[in-house]
């Protein structure tokens, strides 16, 4: 979510969609907020102004979790209000590293919403193999660290070294 969009950081851009999301309903309605950090704070279920602070607070995190992990979550905290007809949007980039759906199956009780977050560019670099020229290091000296990538060029895949 650190990517950049056309609107400006993916983090940004979703947290501006969860709002307007929130505008969408009443006052009176019920929000929760799962991240991937599973704050204890985001367990409960707050009234729109609240769920607008909670939102402004959320920062990037070096939390990563399956999408199947983030809806079990959900699922889990659903209990606590015996509801029908509820919704819950997924906003998120949709990385094919975390958004396996395998062993997942989200509460029938909720109408759910997918929300991708499109990042204009899409070039990531992938560590390989990184490694100290030396095992021995002393305080105070140089060190020559020594990496091969993988990076995305194209269609194809070239390696860097």
Not at 66 to 87: A, F, K, T
Not at 89 to 113: A, E, H, N, V
Request: proline share 4%; aromatic share 10%.
């Amino acid at each position: 979510m650190e990517a950049i969009a056309t609107e400006g950081r993916l983090l940004d851009v979703a947290k501006g969609k969860a709002m307007e999301v929130a505008s969408a309903y009443t006052k009176s309605d019920l929000f929760q907020l799962v991240t991937n950090d599973f704050e204890g704070r985001h367990h409960r279920f707050v009234n729109q102004d609240d769920f607008r602070k909670l939102v402004e607070e959320v920062q990037l995190s070096p939390v990563s979790r399956p999408m199947s992990e983030v809806i079990g979550r959900q699922n889990d905290l659903s209990g606590e209000l015996q509801q029908m007809n509820m919704d819950a949007y997924l906003i998120s980039d949709f990385q094919k590293t975390t958004c396996s759906l395998t062993g997942t199956k989200p509460d029938s009780s909720f109408s759910w919403y997918l929300v991708p977050q499109i990042a204009e560019k899409n070039d990531n670099l992938y560590i390989d193999t990184l490694y100290f020229i030396s095992p021995v290091h002393q305080p105070g000296q140089s060190v020559t660290l020594r990496f091969a990538s993988i990076m995305p060029q194209g269609s194809r895949w070239k390696r860097y070294l």
